[in-house]
């Protein structure tokens, strides 16, 4: 963690948003995240546009295809330090 640098500006991003960013950087077509979740093409769009909700299921799922923790997906503005209760 030495080499770990917290991020100079942070951008607020939709649920919707942080599962297409983090499918874009992995290289992933809608299609290629449908067939790697099991989750609907159309589904997967509509939850990237921000008009499905993804709900903690679809979460699972996509958090397993995208290798990733669902709670990524979930809460991409979380700020732990900020938001932890003590």
């Not at 640098?5 to 948003?17: H, I, K, L, T, Y």
């Not at 709670?71 to 991409?76: C, E, H, M, N, T």
């Not at 979380?78 to 003590?86: C, G, L, N, T």
Request: net charge negative; aromatic share 4%.
């Amino acid at each position: 963690m030495n080499d770990y640098r917290r991020a100079e500006r942070q951008v607020d991003v939709s649920v919707g948003e942080s599962v297409r960013i983090i499918r874009e950087l992995q290289g992933m077509s809608q299609n290629d995240l449908a067939a790697a979740s099991g989750i609907p093409q159309s589904t997967i769009s509509g939850i990237e546009r921000d008009r499905i909700n993804l709900g903690v299921e679809r979460a699972k799922q996509l958090g397993r295809a995208l290798k990733c923790h669902p709670a990524v997906l979930v809460f991409p503005g979380w700020d732990v330090e900020h938001e932890s209760v003590a």
